[in-house]
């Protein structure tokens, strides 16, 4: 039976990967295209961050070379090959539901209305393998409060662009993401300080693969929840979908929080890929922790919870 799921990492993958993000490393120098001269400066002003992982950093070509993209389809070169049409510019950010002063935001007066900050955070994709990202962003709890959150919200929906013209992804049949792309978290997760809206990443603006202009970056949950993209942010009182819980809710749960201890149905998640750490033979694997390694953080908002059963 055909499912459309993450694929199974295989060790077979290790390898030409490997081989693929070293020839692209020689490419390398076409990342500074974007610096100083170019009449759009793709540079943030940023301010170092609080909460920065002192692991090795992932090479950016890395980071920008081997995405989970969907939009622009399954593999993991597509969204670096395929999001070049892609207009990320101009671009509003809608945030809406149960807040007192519904906002609609130019992307670029966003940026300029808040301090960018830098923050190197781990991140763990479902599929066992992991990077040390430096994002640049702004917290989430800061432009949510702008809005004036109203009690009745009790979490936040996120909904990604759908756009089938520029996305080819989003032209894909039956059985597959009911697009657009949604996420969710619950208000006291959308407002803890490690929650962040990346504009950016290694200095610069977000590169379309890296979900354009704005996406969400959650760095003790599984990447998934990280959504790219992003238009429209609601408050809303009840829990809300979340596309890869819709596909496999068995698979995907509406928390996805870091944890060894709670293996996929169709693999371990006790270790992972450490993308970008090899050399041309492979990558280094390491144990996973528990929430990411940031329990010391974020392990009191779910004080009391069955986290296998709330996966
Ligand atoms: N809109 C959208 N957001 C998405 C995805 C996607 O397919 N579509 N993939 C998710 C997954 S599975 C991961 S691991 C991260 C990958 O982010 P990166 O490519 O910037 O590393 O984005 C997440 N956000
Ligand atoms: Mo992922």
Same mark, same amino acid.
């Given at each position: 039976? &055909? ?27 076409? *990342?500074?295209?974007?610096?100083? *001269?170019? &009449? ?17 950093q ?14 622009? *389809? ?6 670096a ?25 130019d992307?670029?007066?966003? !940026? &300029? ?9 781990? %991140?763990?994709?479902v599929?066992?393998?992991?990077? #040390?990202i ?6 989430l709890?800061? !432009?949510?409060?702008e ?6 919200a009790?979490?936040v ?6 756009? /089938? ?6 032209? %894909? ?5 009911d697009?657009?792309? #949604?996420e ?7 407002? +803890? ?21 704005i996406?969400?970056?959650? /760095?003790w ?5 990280? !959504?790219?993209s992003?238009?429209? !942010?609601?408050?809303?009182?009840? %829990?809300? /979908? ?5 596909l ?25 890929? #450490? ?8 990558e ?9 390694g ?5 392990? /009191?908002?779910?004080?009391? %919870?069955?986290? +296998?059963?709330?996966?």
């Open positions: 039976m &055909a499912r459309y799921s993450f694929p199974q990492p295989a060790a077979s993958e290790i390898t030409p990967k490997a081989a693929y993000l070293g020839r692209r490393s020689l490419l390398a120098g076409a *990342g500074g295209l974007i610096a100083a *001269g170019s &009449a759009q400066a793709a540079g943030l002003r940023t301010q170092p961050g609080p909460f920065n992982a002192p692991e090795p992932t090479p950016r070509d890395a980071v920008t070379h081997y995405n989970n993209f969907y939009e622009f *389809g399954l593999e993991k070169e597509d969204p090959r395929l999001a070049g049409q892609f207009h990320a510019r101009p671009w509003t950010l809608r945030i809406d539901g149960a807040v007192a002063k519904p906002l609609t935001l992307i670029d007066t966003l !940026i &300029a209305r808040h301090t960018v900050e830098s923050r190197v955070y781990r %991140m763990r994709c599929e066992a393998w992991s990077m #040390v430096p994002w640049d962003g702004i917290p709890a800061q !432009i949510l409060r809005a004036e959150i109203l009690s009745s009790k979490y929906a996120f909904r990604s662009v759908l756009r /089938p013209d520029e996305m080819p992804g989003q032209s %894909m049949g039956a059985g597959t993401i697009w657009p792309y #949604v969710g978290l619950r208000l006291d997760e959308a407002m +803890h300080p490690l929650t962040l809206l990346a504009v950016g990443l290694y200095g610069d603006i977000l590169p379309n693969q890296n979900g354009a202009p996406r969400l970056v959650v /760095p949950k599984y990447g998934f929840k990280g !959504i790219k992003i238009t429209t !942010i609601t408050l809303v009182d009840t %829990m809300p /979908p979340t596309s890869w819980n819709r496999a809710a068995d698979e995907y749960g509406f928390y996805a929080n870091v944890n060894p201890e709670v293996d996929h149905p169709r693999w371990s998640q006790t270790s992972e890929r #450490v993308i970008g750490s090899g050399g041309f033979f492979g280094r694997r390491q144990p996973t922790r528990l929430f990411n940031y329990a010391e953080q974020v392990a /009191p908002l779910y004080a009391g %919870m069955d986290l +296998h059963r709330f996966y």
